[in-house]
């Protein structure tokens, strides 16, 4: 509700005379309104100089609304309060459909604080926080962060635009949101009592440690706590956690990323918090002894991106790389890596530059060229980015011309990429990519001594986290449970096995489950993903398995496994479960019921009339709305539009999914899988050809994502084909159902160095036509020559648990010996350790050693070598006393230090070191089996 000063501003822009008499009466409502003498003053003050002249009437309203908002404490900024109003009536325009489930919490009693955070976050929320959480829930948050802002010493200290940014909004990233920040205020503002802003920033890392460990999964990140529940989560989600933790006591924090390495195939996200006025970077649940310390430290100084993205309209100093309504992305490169500025240049055939271009800046990794960062050209046909020093292929787009160019950003500053419409059919062209140089480690001040009480911290909160985690029920009561139940062990034992903390739930949905369901209740278990048994509540379990049979038997289904996946799982793509079904079958109508019985169209039909689309609204959180969401709203992007399709096809006894391969929304029409096109598309997505893989080098068997990708073709550019990772071309079928069109095959063989050595081959797939495509990856020619030599005589190592002395020199007799250097409790060992599997085989053929080796004398409690099974049956783990060999490998190598582990290191029986790998590569496997291959 508007306060009574806002209703006399538009007297005052009609005629002078009249504008006095109610700017009198404006001090008179003033004098009841406020209690400061300071802001009476302003506004009499402002008044005499308006007599002056009409031209500073602006001013007026200006200080005017700052002083009738001066009982406010949190925003003053004018600008940023003009900016907050004119987005806020633009949101309530968008989520009419939830208004008042949305809107109603300002009705009531807020104070002004309260009131300016919420608008704040109103103003800038993104689609799916709009469509899936009410006021109440967002009121909640916004009380916890000016709890914070109030009772922590460092509070108020925080300038306006960082809290606003970095501290009062409680979406992260593409997590599902929580309560968190309520839930474990005081547990946290416990831990760090006393604690200046450093030493809190640190401890709460710590205390997030205690609790969450690394561990990978799927895309969808689960909410803090989710992962709080679990004790473990991928990068992205431990980010996610500490983020939240380090805002829930009022610390700016924000999640950074690189979203690809340039020297390895992954990509990392750590934390960034606000520290007396600088930001400082930290590994989330991963303490160091300061700031600016992590595993990844190095690794980023080889970076070619790094960024993160700020809550709401964005005016601070930092670069930016795209600034939307709702957010800005932040280039932050130049903090970690050396950089510069590069220039593209869009022009046509005939030399004229292409305003309005897409330019894409795309790096080599997972076997794909993967846009980092996108732009579009000005006037003049340029884009600019900083980068690292590093190679790129920019690729272009307008309409359906397009065209591409590789730029080597330390030799170049500038590139021109000519777009035309000619798809370069069986054209192929090889590329070397090389990533910015490895350099010597930054030097530390941090002592021995820190280093060594941070290591018996980290053992501690191992130990308690390993505590929490033996709560988590065993076979035998899974077994008892069973019997209870009269259900299979031996299907329960997994589904447990996967439920970690949420096993309450699991137990509580399948015992509330009637007993001639219980049966469907565990299929359906077996269905959806390992993430969903770990973070989904009982009565959104109970939602999708008790409104399944209300439009058809599935004892009628061609078979039991194929309608609990799709019909009865509430899992369709990336997005969160949630309670839709049931909502869903009371929106529509009896007629339309029947229609869409005979004719599945007639959904397409209703969406296309009743959903409109933004693809941007939701560009910051990129999570789905959910399908109750969207029928609220009437509003989506095009992913959660077609999220939205499936689920009202499962909701009415409809098999449908998300093609994995091409993310297109299908129906099943008898036996075959129909696709929906909401959207014109330039090819033909009816028709059907096949590809057939061949590979002309029998010595490997290439797997997609590691060495070769395929991507077709789409109004400009090629997006890559979403097949199983890591399938090797021996596991693919002999001809693979495909859309018809153009595609693009890329191939890429990763170097010991981080460098690739790359090729593109344009072709196409007609319709009902197999076309054959040569996967040849390019190899690397030149004998691996030694680069120094060890005594093996002289290293001894002691045996993990045994404590039995293992020589070198036996180990590496009669073939050789590969050495790993790991920290288990760190993610890029974890990363090798898991990816050494792929390989078994040839090591074990092969004959020789491997060693993993703790670089430090003692090792987390909490690690268990059964933890990482299908290792080669010779690995051996033990203990490099005093890291001797490690610190002598790294002298060869002219390295200051080696703790960018996991280091690997080949060494023939001789001694002679053949082979060096420090820091985790995807496909390291593959480099080890190269490497060991001529040591006989």
Request: glycine letters at 6%; aromatic letters at 12%.
């Amino acid at each position: 509700m508007l306060r009574p000063g806002f209703l006399l501003m538009r007297s005052l822009l009609n005629n002078r005379d009249e504008s006095i008499k109610s700017f009198e009466i404006l001090k008179k409502i003033s004098e009841r309104f406020y209690y400061d003498k300071e802001t009476l003053m302003k506004i009499n003050n402002t008044f005499d100089s308006w007599l002056k002249g009409i031209k500073t009437i602006s001013l007026i309203i200006l200080l005017v609304i700052s002083g009738l908002q001066s009982n406010a404490q949190l925003i003053n900024d004018t600008k940023t309060i003009t900016e907050i109003q004119f987005m806020l009536q633009k949101q309530q325009q968008l989520a009419a459909g939830r208004g008042d489930q949305l809107f109603n919490v300002f009705k009531s009693t807020l104070t002004s604080d309260e009131k300016q955070a919420l608008e704040y976050l109103y103003a800038y929320m993104p689609l799916s926080d709009l469509a899936d959480y009410d006021g109440d829930f967002f009121l909640q948050h916004v009380k916890s962060a000016l709890k914070a802002r109030s009772e922590m010493a460092w509070g108020k200290a925080i300038p306006e635009d960082i809290f606003l940014h970095f501290v009062l909004p409680s979406r992260v990233n593409n997590e599902n949101l929580d309560l968190f920040r309520i839930v474990m205020y005081d547990e946290i503002k416990n831990r760090i009592a006393g604690m200046n802003m450093r030493d809190a920033a640190l401890e709460v890392n710590h205390w997030c440690h205690e609790k969450v460990t690394y561990r990978g999964s799927d895309e969808r990140t689960s909410s803090p706590l989710a992962s709080l529940k679990t004790s473990f989560g991928r990068c992205g989600e431990e980010s996610t956690f500490t983020v939240t933790a380090l805002r829930t006591i009022g610390i700016p924090a924000r999640q950074v990323y690189t979203p690809r390495w340039a020297h390895s195939d992954d990509n990392h996200a750590w934390v960034e918090a606000w520290i007396d006025g600088k930001w400082y970077f930290m590994g989330a649940c991963e303490p160091e002894p300061d700031l600016n310390m992590g595993w990844f430290a190095e690794p980023a100084r080889r970076a070619m991106l790094v960024h993160t993205r700020a809550y709401g309209a964005y005016h601070g100093s930092e670069p930016v790389i795209d600034n939307q309504e709702r957010f800005a992305e932040l280039n932050l490169i130049q903090n970690y890596a050396a950089a510069k500025s590069i220039t593209v240049k869009v022009t046509t055939s005939d030399n004229k530059p292409v305003s309005s271009a897409n330019v894409e800046y795309q790096l080599y990794n997972y076997a794909e060229f993967y846009p980092i960062a996108k732009g579009i050209t000005n006037q003049n046909g340029m884009s600019s980015i900083v980068t690292g020093l590093g190679d790129l292929l920019i690729w272009a787009y307008q309409g359906e011309k397009w065209g591409y160019s590789k730029i080597s950003v330390d030799k170049m500053d500038s590139v021109t990429v000519v777009i035309t419409d000619q798809h370069q059919k069986g054209i192929s062209e090889k590329f070397d990519i090389i990533p910015p140089v490895e350099k010597n480690p930054l030097a530390t001040k941090v002592t021995q001594k820190d280093r060594d009480y941070n290591t018996l911290r980290l053992h501690k909160e191992d130990s308690i986290r390993t505590l929490y985690m033996s709560t988590f029920k065993d076979s035998a009561w899974v077994v008892a449970f069973a019997a209870e139940q009269g259900l299979s062990a031996e299907k329960l034992l997994p589904i447990f096995d996967k439920s970690y903390g949420n096993w309450k739930e699991i137990a509580d949905f399948i015992s509330g489950t009637a007993t001639f369901q219980k049966e469907w209740a565990v299929l359906m278990l077996e269905v959806i993903s390992e993430k969903d048994i770990r973070d989904t509540k009982a009565e959104i379990l109970k939602d999708h398995l008790v409104n399944s049979f209300n439009y058809n038997n599935p004892a009628s289904s061609r078979n039991k496994e194929f309608f609990a996946r799709y019909v009865m799982s509430g899992r369709i793509a990336n997005e969160m479960m949630l309670p839709w079904r049931k909502f869903l079958q009371q929106q529509y109508p009896y007629d339309f019921l029947m229609q869409f019985k005979s004719d599945v169209l007639v959904l397409v039909d209703w969406i296309k009339t009743n959903i409109k689309i933004d693809n941007t609204a939701n560009l910051h959180s990129r999570a789905p709305l959910s399908p109750r969401g969207v029928y609220e709203l009437k509003l989506a992007d095009n992913r959660s539009r077609d999220i939205f399709f499936v689920a009202v096809c499962r909701s009415l006894g409809h098999a449908a999914r998300i093609n994995p391969a091409t993310s297109m929304p299908q129906y099943m029409d008898g036996d075959e899988w129909k696709n929906v096109a909401f959207e014109p598309v330039t090819e033909n997505i009816t028709e059907k050809g096949f590809i057939h893989f061949d590979n002309p080098d029998m010595s490997i068997d290439p797997k997609y994502a590691v060495n070769f990708t395929v991507a077709r073709y789409n109004s400009g550019v090629y997006r890559t084909i979403e097949f199983d990772y890591g399938m090797k071309i021996s596991e693919f079928e002999n001809n693979i159902e495909v859309e018809a069109g153009k595609y693009l095959l890329v191939t890429g063989n990763r170097q010991s160095d981080g460098s690739v050595l790359s090729s593109v081959t344009f072709f196409e797939v007609p319709a009902k036509i197999t076309t054959n495509v040569k996967v040849e990856i390019r190899q690397d020619f030149a004998p691996a020559e030694p680069w120094a030599k060890i005594n093996p005589e002289a290293y001894k190592f002691s045996a993990y648990a045994t404590n039995e002395i293992l020589s070198l020199n036996t180990l590496s007799t009669p073939k050789g010996a590969i050495l790993v250097w790991i920290d288990p409790d760190k993610e890029p060992s974890k990363h090798v350790l898991a990816d050494i599997p792929a390989v078994k085989d040839i090591i074990e053929k092969w004959g020789g050693s491997i060693i993993f080796l703790f670089a430090n004398d003692k090792v987390s409690a909490s690690f268990k070598p059964a933890k990482f099974p299908g290792l080669p049956s010779q690995s051996k783990f033990a203990y490099d006393k005093g890291a001797k060999l490690l610190s002598e490998t790294g002298r060869l190598r002219n390295k200051k230090s080696s703790e960018n582990l996991p280091v690997i290191v080949i060494t023939d029986k001789n001694g002679n070191l053949v082979y060096y790998s420090e820091g985790y590569k995807i496909g390291i496997g593959e480099q080890i089996a190269k490497a060991i291959a001529p040591l006989k």
